[in-house]
């Protein structure tokens, strides 16, 4: 009698155990995550996107040997570089950024942004994090911690990649300067204005800018480099050549954080100096496409 009772009482203890596991979720290195199309707490998928939500309530690890290269413009757009070393069959791969800080904070504001992975070269993706609609909108302050994730999906299933804290205002690249243009020009001289979008009020009076100039027919590589260690908009360029045509690119960089780095140049502008024979004429000039 006590072998059909243990027997009973076995069958039971199997059946609860079934009913225990979530039929909904799908086991990711350690993790538990939805499935696509589902929204339950921890987990999901984020509307526009092929991507699960990471859970906030688990512990992420590295899987494999990956790291990702982040920066910030300052205001509302984060841009990554994920590298992975080993072979990768993953048919989509996502960027989830969380603000843990945040959510405890503001719960009631969406701080989870997500954006999909595009090849750049073997081994390589990149995807900008876009923080706001507006590209000028303030989304991040000095202090602020963001929790990166990279999930790729091999096989229908959905792998965590690897996770990165970062702390955005370490790690700026400015919007390359843009608008140049010519505002006096003579014979060996000349005056030239530009301007750069998209800085933040945290460090607008922290950016140095640095302008090279090239005769229009040789190589940058032959540039002459001029520093600027303020927040001078503007360069007057002298002992110039005469009727001479020359191009001049800006780039900018901020003094502030762990990792200092220049913006890429901007677009170049072409511009002749005066004849000496025409000195009451000004000279012309044009921004190169």
């Not at 405890?104 to 995807?127: D, I, M, Y």
Request: hydrophobic fraction near 35%; glycine fraction near 4%.
């Amino acid at each position: 009698m006590a072998a059909p009772a243990l027997s009973c009482c076995l069958s039971l203890l199997i059946l609860l155990l079934l009913l225990a596991i979530p039929q909904t979720s799908t086991a990711v290195n350690g993790l538990s995550i939805s499935s696509p199309g589902r929204n339950r707490s921890g987990g999901g998928t984020l509307e526009g996107h092929g991507c699960p939500t990471a859970s906030p309530t688990r512990r992420i690890f590295t899987a494999y040997a990956s790291n990702i290269t982040c920066f910030y413009n300052s205001r509302a757009n984060v841009s990554c570089i994920w590298s992975h070393d080993e072979g990768l069959r993953a048919t989509t791969c996502c960027l989830h950024s969380r603000q843990p800080q945040r959510e405890v904070l503001f719960p009631t504001k969406q701080w989870n942004h997500t954006c999909e992975l595009q090849p750049v070269r073997p081994g390589s993706w990149a995807c900008n994090l876009v923080l706001g609609h507006s590209p000028e909108a303030q989304k991040l302050t000095i202090v602020d911690i963001m929790k990166l994730t990279v999930m790729c999906s091999e096989g229908g299933k959905w792998r965590r990649m690897m996770t990165q804290d970062i702390k955005p205002f370490d790690y700026i690249r400015l919007v390359p300067p843009h608008s140049l243009q010519v505002v006096h020009i003579e014979t060996h001289r000349c005056n030239i204005t530009w301007t750069v979008s998209q800085v933040s009020h945290y460090i607008q009076n922290d950016v140095e800018f640095e302008a090279r100039l090239r005769y229009a027919d040789h190589s940058w590589e032959d540039a002459r480099l001029l520093t600027l260690r303020q927040n001078q908009q503007w360069i007057s360029l002298e002992n110039l050549a005469p009727s001479m045509e020359y191009e001049l690119q800006v780039r900018a960089k901020p003094r502030l954080g762990s990792h200092e780095v220049w913006s890429h140049w901007s677009q170049p502008l072409a511009f002749r100096t005066v004849p000496a024979v025409a000195l009451r004429h000004m000279g012309s000039y044009r921004t190169r496409d």
